[in-house]
């Protein structure tokens, strides 16, 4: 979503800044050249500072005719020290003759003698040459030398008010985007959790909202990764405690057959209940083949609208043969009706086997195992009592069966409910009425 328009984009403001810096530069400049000026005027002009100035480069001029022993004629050397200094002019004058010029450096007052030509603005004074005595006429231009000065100092401090007010304009953007370069750090560190910054309404503005964006997509993907692997191992963990269950029961068979392999008719009865605990095998290693393959489906199959007997009778009364061949007493109280509930026949016998192998490992057998029937208004329910063994031998139960069995009720649209007493524990199954 773009939360900026032009006004408010990044050129704009910085266009805006710019010129707000140019006026407080030229301010700046305007008023540092006139308080330079303003001194200038009071201590630069004044009749002392000039006289001054005047006497020290007089003394200067002396010094330099007694070093180089320079005579009233002598135009080179008088122009180099001109040029030395900078800021002053001369005139020589000998006898009413001017003798050499400043101005006029490369004029040769010699072949073409002048009369003195005098300055109005400026004074002479009597100074000794190699060759005789002369008048010199000096001028400096003081005011000039520090006019310049004045000049790069406004310039300097106009420049460095710029600077200042851009850089103070954009401290708030530079601020957010080092704001922002950190927190990408944290990002590239795999730390999704921190939230990036989203401020303002400029460019930066959609950049850090589609950075957080794509954060919050990440950690998402990351977690719904997550939950899909701890998808996988539940259901391969439930669905191999499943796959164990009817090999118990196809032990017992197999022993039982052992035993009692005699009588044809019990022969026949254990070889059915075999051929049902082998299907079912093969049914969950579909199950679990299919969902391998689409990774995420649901096991449950297809609910049907059956009465309570037709769905989960054969499945009871097997799990009620099954303990009273380990030497459990059941005891059922299954008055059945003719009411329609929501219910998967292959779940509804996944459930019941895990707890028969929960009974089969926990329940003491000394003590019934009690089925019966609850009724309410929109739910029936089967509890299954039992008292827990005494000593288990130390084994602790995984709680993998009962997960699992939990979980296939929910898909159902029913419930499992667990309840553990002083020494007992009893189950029970709802089932949604239709």
């Given at each position: ?113 002048s009369m003195g030509q005098y300055y109005e603005w400026g004074d002479y004074h009597d100074m000794t040459f190699a060759d005789g005595p002369a ?106 405690h499943d796959l164990r269950t009817p090999l118990t029961a196809i032990l017992l068979y197999v022993e039982l057959l052992r035993r009692n392999g ?111 029937l609850l009724e309410g208004e929109d739910r029936v329910g089967i509890r299954i009592t039992n008292a827990l063994r005494p000593s288990v031998d ?41």
């Amino acid at each position: 979503m773009k939360l900026w328009n032009r006004r408010s984009s990044i050129r704009a403001r910085l266009g805006r800044l710019l010129v707000l810096a140019a006026a407080v530069a030229g301010l700046c400049y305007l008023g540092l050249d006139m308080v330079g000026r303003s001194l200038m005027d009071r201590y630069l002009t004044g009749e002392e500072f000039v006289q001054r100035q005047d006497q020290r480069y007089l003394d200067s001029l002396r010094d330099y005719i007694e070093e180089e022993s320079v005579t009233a004629w002598d135009a080179d050397k008088l122009t180099q020290w001109v040029y030395q200094q900078n800021v002053v002019s001369i005139q020589v004058v000998r006898d009413g003759m001017v003798t050499y010029d400043s101005f006029y450096p490369e004029a040769d007052f010699n072949a073409y003698p002048s009369m003195g030509q005098y300055y109005e603005w400026g004074d002479y004074h009597d100074m000794t040459f190699a060759d005789g005595p002369a008048t010199v006429w000096l001028y400096g231009y003081y005011y000039y030398q520090y006019d310049v000065r004045l000049l790069v100092i406004s310039l300097a401090g106009a420049f460095l008010v710029f600077l200042g007010v851009v850089m103070a304009g954009l401290r708030g953007t530079i601020n957010y985007i080092r704001q922002l370069s950190q927190e990408i750090g944290v990002l590239e560190g795999g730390t999704l959790d921190v939230p990036i910054t989203v401020r303002g309404q400029d460019e930066l503005t959609d950049l850090a909202q589609g950075l957080d964006a794509m954060r919050s997509s990440f950690l998402e993907q990351t977690r719904r990764e997550r939950q899909l692997v701890q998808a996988n191992q539940r259901m391969i963990t439930e669905m191999s405690h499943d796959l164990r269950t009817p090999l118990t029961a196809i032990l017992l068979y197999v022993e039982l057959l052992r035993r009692n392999g005699g009588e044809a008719e019990k022969r026949e009865e254990y070889l059915d209940r075999l051929e049902g605990k082998v299907e079912q095998m093969r049914t969950l290693a579909d199950h679990l083949f299919r969902y391998a393959l689409s990774s995420g489906e649901t096991l449950a199959g297809h609910t049907e609208a059956l009465t309570l007997e037709a769905g989960v009778g054969d499945a009871l009364s097997e799990l009620a043969a099954c303990l009273t061949q380990r030497g459990f007493q059941v005891e059922a109280d299954l008055p059945w009706d003719d009411r329609q509930v929501a219910v998967d026949c292959e779940g509804a016998a996944r459930v019941l086997d895990n707890l028969s192998s929960n009974l089969l490992k926990y329940a003491d057998p000394h003590v019934p195992v009690t089925i019966s029937l609850l009724e309410g208004e929109d739910r029936v329910g089967i509890r299954i009592t039992n008292a827990l063994r005494p000593s288990v031998d130390g084994a602790e139960s995984s709680g993998v069966g009962l997960a699992s069995a939990s979980r296939v009720m929910e898909q159902m649209g029913g419930r499992l409910d667990r309840e553990e007493t002083d020494g007992g524990f009893q189950v029970t199954l709802f089932f949604r009425c239709v």
